[in-house]
């Protein structure tokens, strides 16, 4: 158990971007957020997966939409919990934990912000491991947890309750709505008890990002490699350096979409859906989702989201194993490449 | 107080079919989902609205989506009470009455077939008087009655419950999951205590459907003509009559939209959103919303919905005056021509 305070967001933040793989929203926005919350009701306590009772009841929150919306259109602050009332009115029971969904700019913000604002602790780790753009894309589904009830609230005071027959049509029935609300509302949902956070969730990530942006920050300050620093922190492989040469983006169906082009010692294409979940070098693949696709700033070594991807920007790619679990047959199936329509399998990524 | 059995049935869907002008869905899809609910459960009983007590939870129980996808996607027959029971369950308390929102073909039949479900009486009336395409066109709203909580069930078992800011984002949020869900669900919402029916709805329409359709039936069977017979009960207009020479028609956004145009003598033009909203004789305005628009088969008698309107039917088009409230300035705001976009004020209907 420890205080996340304001001192820590800026360090988490940046890791949490990286970590995002270029979704999971705008880390700025998302510790803008989180800061407020804790100015206003103080520090938020976090406990290891381990500490938690086992007859917990851990509800995750979270931002869903499209990054590129949450740009121009901020949050109302009020959504985070919004969401959680509806969500605990149908329950029947209160929340007793806050735990992020994913982890990524604003979504392990958002958590952060509705623990301090519930006045309840947070949970180290999340449900993925990394961000992924679709709400059945997480590991309670592969243990047959229920991602309903799903509170949604945007930020005009509108609320949804979704209880559907399978964690994908909750993904294409909430997805819907939250269009109609703005394309950027907040999400509670995939309710877990403390016992199943085990299998339920991937340990300590909010640590792992805590310590990620700050190896990039003292490397920085040491005028050493930030990249490196932070490929080191996480086991990953440098995939690529070069310059965006060519962005192709909309936001469609909820989503963001598109392609980014890089140029530097031959081509490389990366293709995303919020996040990255492709990348091609020379035309020939080197990374798949599951696995991450994290996209750094060659000089500075912050995360660089598709939607901040700009002719010009130099970045260094980096591919990071995702959890096991995402690489057994149920995982590959809900994540994996054909799940997004690519005609490949998944490939781990080469040895460093 | 009387008993609706299946024996009522013929004749209250034929004249709910010619009130929901041109909307409502398939009036023989709704008798035969009525049919086999009091097959199953027994006759359902039939109050007036002064017999209602005025504490009662009124709670009306309809159909939505588009028209033309409830002729090839039937019902699972479950959706009623599914969506019954989520509203219930975030109300807090039981229905005591059921009543339809609207008047048409189907969605005349739902209410009885879920008040039989149900073990329910029904009320006698609707918050219509008619059949309009959008959640908010209700009295209800005229007298400040939100339609949230609203529960929407599909066939496949999903629900959703909406609780919006406003009665337009209710339908806004209610209709993008509708489209998802297969653009054919059960609502529950706009719950009415027993005191507030006087105001919210339009007293008697299912008793006004069966004298309808029993006329039109009689009219036949003693070879008369049966759309005199139907516009004299219902104190209309007869606006044209001729032939179906043309139909352009999309199912879009939630709905079945299009226009139709009849030749005899002279030409006429009938545009709708599920239901018939502007007539047109030869290129003038002769009816607008909220007026009935009613398309009747010229030789039977019966109810011609817009997704039934094909080249060749003879048919014949009455106007009948809405309810008074619907002319009202907030009326005419709500459901009036300008809202659906018709470059044109609301005008009276002409004498007969």
Not at 173 to 188: D, H, K, N, P, W
Request: with cysteine.
């Amino acid at each position: 158990m420890r205080k996340i305070g304001i001192d820590q967001l800026d360090d988490m933040a940046r890791g949490a971007g990286i970590l995002g793989t270029g979704g999971g929203g705008d880390p700025y926005v998302g510790k803008l957020l989180a800061r407020e919350a804790i100015r206003r009701h103080g520090p938020v306590t976090l406990y290891d997966i381990a500490e938690v009772p086992a007859d917990a009841t851990v509800v995750p929150i979270s931002g869903m939409g499209a990054p590129t919306v949450l740009l121009e259109k901020l949050p109302a602050g009020t959504e985070e919990l919004a969401a959680l009332r509806a969500l605990e009115a149908v329950l029947g029971r209160k929340a007793t934990h806050i735990v992020p969904i994913e982890v990524g700019g604003v979504n392990s913000m958002i958590p952060i912000a509705a623990a301090a604002q519930a006045g309840l602790p947070l949970v180290d780790g999340d449900a993925m491991g990394r961000a992924f753009p679709e709400a059945q894309m997480v590991l309670p589904t592969l243990i047959g947890v229920s991602n309903t009830p799903m509170a949604l609230a945007d930020d005009k005071g509108n609320t949804l309750v979704v209880d559907a027959i399978s964690n994908h049509w909750a993904e294409r029935l909430g997805r819907a709505a939250c269009v109609q609300m703005g394309c950027q509302v907040s999400c509670a949902d995939t309710v877990l008890r403390g016992d199943q956070l085990a299998d339920g969730l991937v340990p300590a990530t909010l640590t792992l990002a805590e310590d990620l942006g700050r190896a990039v920050r003292l490397a920085r300050a040491a005028h050493a490699d930030p990249v490196a620093a932070a490929t080191s922190v996480l086991g990953g492989v440098k995939l690529f350096a070069g310059k965006v040469v060519d962005v192709e983006r909309r936001t469609t169906g909820g989503f963001a979409r598109g392609k980014a082009l890089l140029a530097g010692a031959g081509s490389f294409e990366l293709s995303f859906q919020n996040e990255h979940l492709l990348a091609r070098r020379d035309g020939g693949i080197v990374a798949t989702t599951p696995d991450l696709i994290c996209v750094l700033d060659t000089d500075t070594g912050e995360p660089v989201t598709t939607e901040a991807m700009r002719y010009g920007l130099r970045v260094t790619v980096i591919g990071v194993p995702c959890d096991p679990r995402w690489t057994s047959p149920a995982g590959l199936e809900l994540a994996g490449p054909r799940y997004f329509g690519y005609d490949c399998d998944y490939r781990p990524l080469p040895l460093a």
